[in-house]
């Protein structure tokens, strides 16, 4: 438990008196912390953390659903952003595989602490959704420190990184090296059966797929921290992630039209690459009463995705078609944040400033090459660049107030939003919207072990820049993707409203909740020539609503147990094609989590299971997972550690979509079965 409010002893050591007693005090960091408006887990001694991904460290976290392919939720909400110490970054910025791949290759090793958001206030950029806030380690302890861990899985999958900080007079510096060899198996099987809804034609198509992803990944960190006065405080700090694979995709295709047949293999070999890289000024003023944070960020994200292939027939037997292709993405994200609060007696006022401005700069190609010749020739339906401006200007303001039993978190955002969308080819698109979103937090405490809560935030959710697309896009070998440049943001609102109980032995909490939006973001499937083209359209309408729980036992110093979990009702309305389909299905989550510590050892154990669910137009199977992780500590500064992933493979994900065209079925198995064993490597 943190303690504070210790007075120091007047003990003060003079050369002529050696035997003057020294006293220090040490205390253990509290695992969890509640405040008014989020959950801090502090997860730097996590077991699983040491060798493991940030995916790992997030996935080990109550009230969290993380499935093998990377798609979060937050007590039943897939709208969740993801922050890095309290920004966002361009490698986070998008929801799907890019941030996926982020979170899988960033060491656990780093991270200090996750704060988890489930009603933001006004004061942050939440976008629609949820916060997760990943805090990584800043050490400002005298002297020099470093830690070296390492692990190694079955595959051939290795890992290797360090870390460590210096800190003398005024100056700190801290800084980290990583180096990862990681992989994943990815099992894909899909039945298309698809109606021309012009000409009435209707097919088949089936398609199925090996491989194994193998990626190497290099990380670097660098930060610098300057005490500049008692009270001002100067940082600087700056990272650079790279990855690579070259993976070898074998899709088998069976494609039937009325009495026609046609079997082959699609071989596509990559590569495909991924850096990104960020950079940051920060200064800080914390006076009595008083404090000012101050904030310059740019972050950068480049990624090439090659979709080459060759075509090997089998029926009817023809000769081999290739056809060279690739997708480049550029993401590019500065941001400017002054914050300010002021503390009186009963309140504590806050302000703040939020500009920020992301570009993205994508482009497609993809032509047939003759296979004598090696001439290419460009495909102008799915050959194609723009670039997409998202700016946004934000101003908040917030009080907090204490009276008697009564704590509340009131806050305002006014938002100034604008996208522009420059194909390579053609006209402009422009778009502005403008919001004024009010939050609220209330805490009333019943006593000192019990209190009620309530949540509210309105907001908006910005479009993806890639679904602003224009143009057509190539998918794989059934599916084609077609952007929307006219999506206007979703409109989104959450209650919240729940207890914390707290005891010697024993912390819980229950709530409920009720989240709905509008112009909510669809996709919207047709058939164009066998091929399914999928476009982002907006006017769905969803709502959700529901009960969730969680309690942690502590029956003894070396143990702990908890168990969360929730039970909610979906409901979605999506536009098919003339008619609207409406859908409602009750889904849940439950985890369950152990953690053991015993002289040198420390073990945990956390279990997940996810029910089915329903998607626009879809469904989706249960999946579930069950880590285990162990850490032995051979002496004060080197522990072996083992980490156990998925032991009963239960990542396969099942899925259904019915639409007026076309039923698609099949599954995808991103195995995350592992085990790990590896070692860390304090040097004091």
Not at 576 to 592: E, F, H
Not at 603 to 625: C, E
Request: glycine share 8%.
């Amino acid at each position: 438990m943190i303690l504070s409010g210790l007075a120091t002893l007047p003990l003060h050591a003079r050369a002529g008196d050696p035997d003057t007693p020294t006293v220090t005090v040490t205390a253990k960091k509290e695992a969890v912390v509640k405040r008014l408006d989020k959950t801090v887990h502090d997860v730097s001694d996590m077991p699983r953390a040491a060798n493991g991904s940030a995916q790992d460290v997030l996935q080990a976290l109550p009230g969290l659903t993380v499935t093998a392919d990377g798609r979060i939720a937050l007590k039943g909400n897939p709208q969740v952003t993801v922050l890095v110490d309290g920004k966002p970054s361009a490698a986070m910025a998008g929801a799907g595989e890019e941030r996926a791949v982020a979170l899988q290759t960033m060491s656990g090793a780093d991270i200090a602490s996750v704060e988890v958001i489930t009603n933001p206030s006004a004061a942050y950029n939440a976008n629609g959704g949820a916060i997760l806030n990943i805090v990584l380690k800043r050490k400002r302890k005298p002297g020099a420190h470093a830690q070296v861990q390492g692990s190694a899985a079955d595959h051939g999958l290795w890992n290797l990184g360090s870390s460590g900080d210096l800190t003398r007079g005024r100056l700190s510096v801290h800084g980290s090296l990583g180096l990862r060899h990681d992989g994943t198996q990815k099992i894909r099987q899909s039945a298309v059966d698809w109606v021309d809804p012009q000409d009435g034609r209707a097919g088949q198509r089936l398609q199925a797929s090996r491989v194994f992803v193998r990626r190497v990944v290099d990380s670097a960190a660098l930060g610098v921290d300057d005490v500049l006065s008692d009270t001002d405080t100067l940082s600087l700090s700056a990272r650079y992630n790279a990855r690579r694979s070259h993976p070898l995709f074998d899709v088998l295709n069976e494609d039937r039209t009325g009495a026609a047949r046609s079997v082959y293999h699609r071989i596509s070999y990559g590569p495909n690459t991924q850096s990104d890289g960020s950079a940051s000024l920060a200064y800080s003023r914390q006076a009595p009463g008083t404090a000012l944070k101050a904030m310059l960020q740019h972050s950068e994200t480049t990624t090439l995705v090659d979709k080459s292939y060759r075509d090997v027939f089998i029926e009817p037997a023809r000769a081999a078609a290739y056809s060279r292709g690739a997708t480049r993405t550029a993401r590019r994200l500065d941001q400017a944040t002054l914050d300010w609060t002021r503390a009186l007696d009963t309140h504590q006022f806050g302000m703040g400033l939020d500009l920020q401005s992301q570009l993205d700069d994508i482009g497609n190609y993809q032509a047939a090459v003759d296979p004598l010749t090696e001439t290419e020739m460009p495909d102008p339906d799915t050959t194609n660049g723009y670039t997409v401006l998202a700016t946004r200007g934000a101003a908040y303001l917030t009080d907090q107030i204490r009276h008697g039993q009564w704590e509340m978190l009131l806050g305002a955002r006014a938002e100034s939003m604008a996208l522009r969308v420059r194909p390579a080819q053609g006209p402009v698109r422009r778009a502005h919207w403008r919001a004024v979103d009010p939050s609220l937090n209330l805490k009333y405490a019943i006593n000192g072990s019990a209190a009620l809560t309530l949540g509210y935030r309105r907001s908006l959710q910005l479009p993806d820049p890639r679904d602003l697309n224009p143009f057509t896009t190539y998918v794989d070998a059934q599916n084609l993707s077609r952007g929307n440049p006219g999506l206007a943001p979703q409109r989104m609102q959450a209650w919240e409203i729940g207890g914390d109980l707290e005891s010697a032995h024993l912390n819980g909490s229950f709530g409920a909740f009720y989240r709905s939006s509008r112009d909510t973001v669809f996709d919207a499937r047709t058939v164009s020539g066998k091929v399914l083209v999928t476009a982002k359209e907006n006017g769905g309408q969803a709502r959700s609503a529901g009960v969730n729980a969680s309690l942690d036992w502590t029956p003894a110093a070396s143990l702990r147990l908890g168990m969360d979990g929730g039970i909610y009702r979906v409901s979605l309305e999506t536009p098919d094609l003339s008619a609207l389909v409406r859908q409602d299905r009750r889904s849940g989550y439950v985890n369950a989590r152990a953690a053991y510590s015993a002289g040198r050892d420390d073990v945990s154990l956390d279990a997940h299971a996810q029910s089915a669910g329903i998607t626009p137009l879809g469904r989706y199977g249960a999946t579930s997972s069950v880590n285990l992780s162990w850490k032995h500590k051979l002496n004060k500064t080197l522990s072996l550690t083992v980490n156990a992933n998925d032991l009963f493979d239960g990542s396969r994900r099942t899925y259904a979509t019915d639409s007026a065209t076309f039923r698609q079925t099949g599954f995808d198995h991103f195995v995350a079965r592992r085990l790990y064993v590896g070692f860390v490597k304090k040097i004091e």
